[in-house]
């Protein structure tokens, strides 16, 4: 089993910036991938970005709508995932999910932390 925790969510206006972090415990040595989805009302669950394992590659994929204003990082030693979001617009408003993969094929999720982008 995996916990995810997030935080940092928010509300902000149009060209300012926030950072959310989510935190895994438990298994941790297990995780594969973690990364970032996204829900806006009426929408389905789309990925923002995620980072491999450092097994991997360590490599980082972002959506197209947040290249080059978000960035993901991870911090292995502390077993967090972060997301830098910069030059936020409107159409960034969700709800924030932190996501992991595992070793085991499972999947976990953190429960969510919203990001208001006012105009």
């Known amino acids: 089993q995996v916990q995810l925790v997030e935080s940092g969510g928010g509300l902000v206006q149009a060209g300012g910036s926030l950072r959310l972090s989510c935190a895994a415990s438990?298994?941790?040595?297990?995780?594969?991938?973690m990364g970032w989805y996204r829900q806006a009302p009426g929408k389905q669950r789309e990925l923002v970005a995620k980072?491999?394992?450092?097994?991997?590659?360590?490599?980082?994929n972002y959506a197209d709508s947040v290249k080059g204003r978000f960035t993901i990082s991870r911090d292995f030693a502390k077993n967090t995932v972060y997301l830098q979001m910069n030059s936020l617009k409107p159409e960034d408003t969700a709800v924030y999910y932190c996501?992991?993969?595992?070793?085991?094929?499972?999947?976990?999720w953190g429960q969510g932390t919203q990001v208001t982008v006012s105009s």
């Open positions: 980072v491999a394992a450092v097994t991997s590659g360590g490599n980082t």
């Open positions: 996501h992991a993969d595992t070793t085991a094929w499972a999947d976990y």
């Open positions: 438990g298994n941790i040595f297990s995780i594969n991938d």
